[in-house]
C-alpha cells in the first residue's frame, strides 16, 4: 500500500468517524426522554450483555471484510445498540453511564475479546503478541522477555529455533517481519511446524514482495486453517499497532486483511483450475 493511499484510508475512516459523532450524541439524548426503557442499575449486567453482543457480532464483521482500519468504528454501532436497550445504565455509585464512558466499555470488551481468541493461539504465538504489544519490535531485557516466556511454558531457547525471537547479550527482541523468507521454505524445519505468528509475518510479507498471487500461493501451501488463524491474527495485530501508535507496522497488517478477499478468490481459482486438470 503506497503512503499516498494510507493517507486515504485514513481519512476516510476519519470522515465517516466524524460523520457518526453526531448520531451517537442524539441517541445519549434520546436515551435520557425515553421513559418507556428500563433503568438498568448494574453496570455488570451491562458489560455482559455488551460482552455477549461483541462475541456474536465481530467474528461476522472480521469475517465478512471489515477492515482492521474500520473495526473500531464498526463496533460502535453494535455496542451503543445494547447502550440504547436502556433508559440509563447505573454505575456503582449510582451516576449513570455517558456515552462517553459506554464508548470507551465498547473498546475495553473488544480488547478482552481480542485477548480471549488470541489465547487460543499456539504458545509461541501468543508470546509473541504479548511482546509485541509490550515492547513492538525493540528490544527487551532478558529477564522480562524470560518471564513472558515461563507464563507460556516455552523457552527463549525454543522461540529461537521456531524463528520467533533473537537474542544476544542479554536483550531480546522479535524477529522482524522483514526477515522472514517469501514461501514456505523452511517451516517444516522448525520444532513446532511453524507457529500461526511466523505464518503471518510470512504472508503479510509475501504479499508485500510478490502480491496477491504470491500471497495466494503461499495459503495453498499453508492450508486453509493455519491461513484463516494468520489472517484472523493480522487483525489483532493491526489493532494493537494502531493503539500503540506503530504506523508502519499498521500498515503491514491491515494491507493482508485488506487483500484477503482477492487472495481467497486466487486460492479457490487455483483449486479449480486444479480439479478440471485431474479430471480431463
Known amino acids: ?17 466524524i460523520k457518526m459523532a453526531p448520531a451517537v450524541r442524539a441517541l445519549g439524548a434520546d436515551r435520557g426522554r425515553d421513559k418507556l426503557r428500563q433503568v438498568l442499575k448494574n453496570q455488570k449486567d451491562f458489560l455482559e450483555a455488551l460482552a455477549a453482543a461483541m462475541r456474536e457480532a465481530l467474528p461476522v464483521m472480521i469475517g465478512g471484510g471489515v477492515a482492521p482500519v474500520d473495526l473500531a468504528q464498526a463496533v ?26 459506554a464508548l470507551q466499555d465498547i473498546a475495553d470488551v473488544v480488547a478482552a475479546y481480542r485477548r480471549e481468541r488470541t489465547g487460543t493461539f499456539d504458545p509461541g ?10 515492547f513492538g519490535l525493540s528490544e527487551a531485557a532478558f529477564g522480562d522477555a524470560h518471564g513472558l516466556a515461563v507464563a507460556y511454558n516455552v523457552g527463549i531457547d525454543r522461540l529461537e529455533q521456531e524463528h520467533l525471537v533473537e537474542a544476544e547479550k542479554g536483550k531480546v527482541w522479535l524477529v522482524p517481519p522483514g526477515m522472514y523468507p517469501v514461501g514456505v521454505a523452511g517451516l ?16 503479510a510479507v509475501t504479499l508485500e514482495r510478490e502480491g496477491e498471487n504470491g500471497a495466494a500461493a503461499l495459503v495453498r501451501e499453508l492450508g486453509e486453517g493455519p491461513s484463516v488463524r494468520a489472517r484472523e491474527l493480522a487483525v ?5 499497532a494502531e493503539a500503540r501508535k506503530r504506523p508502519d507496522d499498521a500498515l503491514l497488517f491491515n494491507a493482508l486483511d485488506a487483500a484477503w478477499a482477492r487472495i481467497q478468490q486466487l486460492v479457490a481459482a487455483a483449486r479449480s483450475a486444479g480439479e478440471q486438470g485431474r479430471f480431463a
Request: aromatic fraction near 12%; charge should be positive.
Open 1 to 17: 500500500m503506497t503512503v499516498v493511499a494510507a493517507l486515504k484510508a485514513e481519512f476516510a475512516s476519519l470522515q465517516r468517524l
Open 76 to 101: 460502535i454501532g453494535p455496542g451503543m445498540g445494547v447502550y440504547s436497550r436502556y433508559a440509563a445504565v447505573l454505575r456503582q455509585d449510582g451516576k449513570p453511564v455517558t456515552v462517553g464512558e
Open 125 to 134: 504465538t501468543r508470546f509473541c503478541i504479548d511482546f509485541y504489544e509490550q
Open 188 to 203: 517444516a524445519e522448525r520444532p513446532l511446524g511453524g507457529s500461526t505468528w511466523e505464518a503471518c509475518m510470512r504472508l
Open 236 to 240: 489483532w495485530l493491526y489493532t494493537i
